[in-house]
């Protein structure tokens, strides 16, 4: 991936559903969590687990969703014009999964936007 992980997740998709843009998505989903690129390592996990519904997949996706959350608390992301958009679009994929910890997420990052003043959808 060459560490352009937006570059990575553009190339998937615009590929046809095959075996290759499986085994692609399977790339982005770990090669993004490795380094770190959580917001398209949930992404690429969030799709995997549609596709093919594996509790390793959900695994994937919630350890990348909290690692999304863990840059914008630990960091102060918020503080750099860093997109709020993001955690929104975290509580979105939160809110398509099926295990019962994802509404437990959802509330801790609603529960922390709160508390710093930030609107998220």
């Not at 380094?35 to 390793?56: C, H, I, Q, S, V």
């Amino acid at each position: 991936m060459n560490k352009k992980p937006q570059q990575a997740w553009e190339l998937y998709a615009k590929m046809e559903n095959g075996s290759e843009s499986f085994n692609l998505l399977l790339l982005i989903a770990n090669d993004c969590y490795r380094m770190g690129e959580f917001w398209y390592a949930a992404k690429a996990f969030d799709t995997l687990d549609r596709l093919e519904p594996n509790p390793e997949f959900w695994e994937g996706k919630r350890g990348a969703i909290v690692g999304v959350f863990q840059h914008f608390f630990c960091r102060g992301w918020w503080h750099r014009n860093s997109p709020v958009d993001t955690l929104g679009d975290v509580l979105q994929l939160l809110r398509c999964s099926t295990s019962n910890q994802a509404d437990q997420i959802a509330k801790v990052i609603r529960k922390w936007a709160k508390e710093n003043r930030l609107t998220i959808s």
